[in-house]
C-alpha cells in the first residue's frame, strides 16, 4: 500500500472518531436540554380533569368547573360555599409518563432539564445541571444526573427502593450514597416514627406500569 493511502486511512479513521465522540458526548454526556412534551388536545383535556379532580385548575384559576359541568362561582365573581365531605370522593391518583413530563413542560426551563420515565415497578429521572463557566475543568458544560427508584406494592404496604444514581453515565458506589442503594426505605425506616412510616400507613395501592403510575389512597 502506497504512503499516501495509508495517511488517507489514518487522516479518515482521525475524522469518524471525533466525529463519533463529539456526537457522544454532545448527545449523552453533555446534553443542553431536552425537547418538553405537547400534548394533543384529547390528552391536553384528559389531564386538566385529573388536575381539577385534586383541586388544581392549571388553566383558568379563576373559573372551575366541577364534575357536573356547573359554574363553582357565583353571579357575583365569587367563588361559591360547599360543604364538606369525602363521601363519592376518589382516592386514587393516576398519570402517565407523558402526563407528568407534560406537567413539567409548563415551565419550559425545567421541562428542558428534567425528564420522567416510567416502567415495570420503577421510576427514571434524568436531570441536567448546567455550571458556570469559571467551575474547574467542567466549567460551562452541562453535567447528566440519572435515578432510578423503585415502586411497588407487597405484602400490604409499598416498596420503595433507590436503584441507583449515576453521572455522566457513571454509577455513583453505594457507599456514597449511604448504603441505600437497593434498600426498601418503607421496610428499613417504616418502623419508627417519621415519614416513611406514615407514608407507608397512607397507601392502599402502588401501581407503575409501562408509561404509568397510579397510587390508592386509604381512607
Known amino acids: 500500500m502506497h504512503w499516501t493511502h495509508v495517511l488517507l486511512i489514518v487522516l479518515l479513521t482521525i475524522v469518524v472518531t471525533v466525529a463519533g465522540t463529539y456526537w457522544v458526548l454532545t448527545t449523552y454526556i453533555f446534553v443542553s436540554s431536552f425537547k418538553p412534551v405537547a400534548l394533543n388536545d384529547k390528552e391536553e383535556k384528559t389531564l386538566q380533569a385529573k388536575l381539577h379532580m385534586l383541586g388544581y385548575d392549571a388553566q ?41 413530563n407534560a406537567l413539567l413542560a409548563k415551565n419550559t426551563e425545567l421541562a428542558q ?18 455550571l458556570d463557566a469559571d467551575f474547574p475543568v467542567l466549567g460551562g458544560k452541562t453535567l447528566r444526573f440519572n435515578a432510578g427508584i423503585g415502586m411497588a406494592f407487597q405484602n400490604d404496604k409499598p416498596v420503595i427502593i433507590l436503584k441507583g ?9 453505594n457507599a456514597w450514597l449511604g448504603g441505600l442503594k437497593n434498600i426498601d426505605m418503607v421496610s ?12 407507608a400507613e397512607g397507601v392502599d395501592d402502588i401501581q407503575v406500569t409501562e408509561g404509568k403510575i397510579n397510587i390508592k389512597l386509604k381512607e
Open 113 to 130: 432539564k428534567l425528564a420522567i420515565d416510567l416502567a415495570e415497578d420503577l421510576v427514571s429521572a434524568k436531570l441536567l445541571i448546567p
Open 165 to 173: 444514581v449515576s453521572i455522566m453515565g457513571i454509577p455513583i458506589p
Open 60 to 100: 383558568s384559576p379563576s373559573r372551575i368547573m366541577n364534575d357536573q359541568g356547573n359554574d363553582e362561582i357565583d353571579e357575583s365573581g365569587f367563588l361559591k360555599p360547599e360543604r364538606y365531605t369525602e363521601q363519592g370522593a376518589r382516592r386514587e391518583i393516576s398519570f402517565t409518563e407523558r402526563e407528568m
Open 188 to 199: 428499613e425506616f417504616g418502623v419508627d416514627p417519621g415519614f416513611w412510616k406514615s407514608f
